[in-house]
């Protein structure tokens, strides 16, 4: 005997919401909740940043008697564990993707991981030369300079707006935070970027759950 959901839609409406409701579950079973892409990552800048602003504040002052140490080892501590969270989420989702966008993913990753490291070789050679808050600041401001970039870039290659307007969002934020100097830019990005990753990881994750 022929069963319910094995039977012709009724009419084109039907057919055409079922078309619709199998494409929404399709994309919910292909695409990661976008917290775990965005949040582990405004966590490690709103906090990482945050401890650096405690303990190396503007005009060499020190607002929370802090070790050396610990910003720069909480910051990347925070930074490997986003990274750890994202790859595991986008492993899951994106596992069974082939093809074009596959493909895009690799080489944006490359882009990624080979990006970072040519940068910081080259600061690497030049910061010991410079005072140890410029030093910093060259740091700091490179490597969120280049997050922004390459958050356009991937907002540019998915036509993703919320990607692309996090990146140019992060790129402006940041400049501001240079100019202003040492110390500001630890509190600019901690705040200003920290907390707008966090808001654009809401903001994705409800367009989501619109789209589903």
Known sequence: MEQDDDRPPADAATALQ??????????????????LLYWPWGVAWLVG??????????DGRVLVRLPDWLPLTALFVLLAAA??????AGARAYGQV?????????????????????????????SEH??????????????????GALHMAGGAIWLDRDLFRLGVWISVLNVVGAFAG????ALVVSVAGGGGILVAGAVARLRQRHRS
Request: glycine share 12%; net charge positive.
């Open 18 to 35: 079922l078309i619709r409701d199998q494409r929404a579950a399709t994309v919910s079973r292909l695409e990661p909740d976008a917290r």
């Open 49 to 58: 940043f945050g401890l650096f602003f405690l303990r190396f504040s503007p």
């Open 83 to 88: 990274a750890v969270v994202q790859a595991v």
């Open 98 to 126: 082939t093809g074009d966008s596959a493909r895009r993913g690799r080489w944006y990753g490359c882009a990624w991981a080979l990006g970072s490291v040519s940068v910081y070789a080259g600061l690497g050679r030049v």
């Open 130 to 147: 410079l005072p140890h808050d410029q030093a910093g600041l060259l740091w700091s401001a490179t490597a969120v300079g280049l997050t």
């Open 182 to 185: 040492p110390g500001w830019h």
